[in-house]
């Protein structure tokens, strides 16, 4: 069998990591139900217990105004509530990224000021 990108398996892995630390949660059980139902695929996938969750890295976003934004990201879990997460991000010191941002956040100020 081939493996699948990781842009499939990614999000099947967050689920399923979902589903453990939330497993009384009726709409994702009613979610992963209708998966399994309308998919083989996920189906066969969901049985094999992959599990993923990535609590930092790299993300690259495109911005149609600026172009490619590459910021690193961190995700905290609240301990009292681990079904909620915070998620950071952050460009590099004097990075491309940061530059654009940087004339994003000049944009949307002179926007704000014009119309108040």
Same mark, same amino acid.
């Given at each position: 069998?081939?493996? @699948?990108? @990781?842009?499939?398996?990614?999000?099947?892995? *967050?689920?399923?990591?979902? #589903?453990?630390? /939330?497993?009384?949660?009726?709409?994702?059980?009613?979610?992963?139900?209708?998966? =399994?139902?309308?998919?083989? $695929?996920?189906? /066969?996938?969901?049985? #094999?217990? $992959?599990?993923?969750?990535?609590? #930092?890295? =790299?993300?690259?976003?495109?911005?149609?105004?600026?172009?490619?934004?590459?910021?690193?990201?961190?995700?905290?879990?609240?301990? =009292?509530?681990?079904? *909620?997460?915070?998620?950071?991000?952050?460009?590099?010191?004097? =990075? @491309? /990224?940061?530059?654009?941002?940087?004339?994003?956040?000049?944009?949307? #100020?002179? /926007?704000?000021?014009?119309?108040?």
């Amino acid at each position: 069998m081939a493996h @699948p990108p @990781p842009c499939r398996l990614h999000p099947r892995r *967050i689920l399923r990591a979902q #589903a453990g630390a /939330t497993p009384h949660d009726k709409q994702l059980i009613q979610l992963i139900g209708e998966l =399994s139902t309308r998919s083989t $695929d996920f189906r /066969t996938r969901w049985a #094999a217990h $992959d599990v993923g969750v990535h609590r #930092a890295g =790299s993300k690259t976003l495109h911005h149609h105004q600026v172009g490619e934004l590459v910021l690193g990201y961190e995700e905290l879990t609240l301990h =009292s509530s681990p079904s *909620i997460v915070l998620s950071t991000y952050i460009a590099e010191p004097a =990075s @491309p /990224t940061a530059e654009r941002l940087q004339l994003l956040a000049t944009w949307a #100020a002179t /926007t704000e000021a014009a119309y108040p």
